[in-house]
Nanobody, 124 residues
Framework: QVQLVESGGGLVQAGGSLRLSCAAS????????MGWYRQAPGKQRELVAA???????NYADSVKGRFTISRGNAKNTVYLQMNSLKSEDTAVYYC??????????????????WGQGTQVTVSS
């Protein structure tokens, strides 16, 4: 059974940094694309960043230049380094795994399993 467990969220001041981690189990991690999504209160879930099995990345325009997604295949973990945080980055952040490479990496429907989420709160 696939399991994704996020960690690293918390409260940070605007301009600060956080690093989220997502540990995966129950699948062959290195073969699959991973994504980070977020959902703020009253808003739809949106893609933050995604990374394919070969390391290609995709970012939302709102986080380009500030966030970096990476993966550690030896540890079955995907990371999201978030710098220069803004109040509008406040949300619950979820990691997800795409098991079928035929699906569009940028679409939430492409992802088969999701973590429970971790809260990120940026105070202004």
């Amino acid at each position: 059974q696939v399991q994704l467990v996020e960690s690293g969220g918390g409260l940070v001041q605007a301009g600060g940094s956080l690093r989220l981690s997502c540990a995966a189990s129950g699948m062959i991690f290195r073969f699959n694309a991973m994504g980070w999504y977020r959902q703020a209160p009253g808003k739809q879930r949106e893609l933050v960043a995604a990374i394919t099995s070969d390391g290609s990345t995709n970012y939302a325009d709102s986080v380009k230049g500030r966030f970096t997604i990476s993966r550690g295949n030896a540890k079955n973990t995907v990371y999201l380094q978030m710098n220069s945080l803004k109040s509008e980055d406040t949300a619950v952040y979820y990691c997800a795994v795409r098991l079928n490479s035929n699906y569009d990496l940028r679409s939430s429907s492409a992802y088969s399993y999701w973590g429970q989420g971790t809260q990120v709160t940026v105070s202004s």
